[in-house]
């Protein structure tokens, strides 16, 4: 639980800052989420930030979609950012 109480101020500023540049770098919204199937098939909401550039993408070919500053959070998988405090949130529900 302490860990929880160190993490929470050192995550939100990184979040927010990542979500403000990613909605100026992309032009859209900097948070969005996506529909995945889990455990005994029950669909669950990931949150990311987006990292790709407004239009159609193509599978395996994403990085030629993805903005300059998407790249960046791509390589340091901080678009992921965001997954983290909804584990927080159910984890501790």
Do not use: C
């Not at 669909?43 to 030629?64: A, E, Q, S, V």
């Amino acid at each position: 639980m302490l860990l929880v109480i160190f993490l929470i101020p050192l995550t939100i500023a990184p979040l927010v800052l990542f979500l403000i540049l990613a909605t100026i770098d992309t032009k859209q919204i900097g948070l969005f989420t996506q529909d995945r199937v889990g455990q005994n098939a029950k669909l669950f909401k990931i949150y990311k930030i987006r990292t790709l550039k407004k239009g159609k993408h193509t599978l395996g070919h994403l990085d030629d979609y993805a903005s300059r500053y998407g790249k960046f959070l791509r390589t340091f998988k901080l678009d992921e950012l965001p997954q983290l405090w909804f584990n927080f949130k159910y984890r501790f529900k």
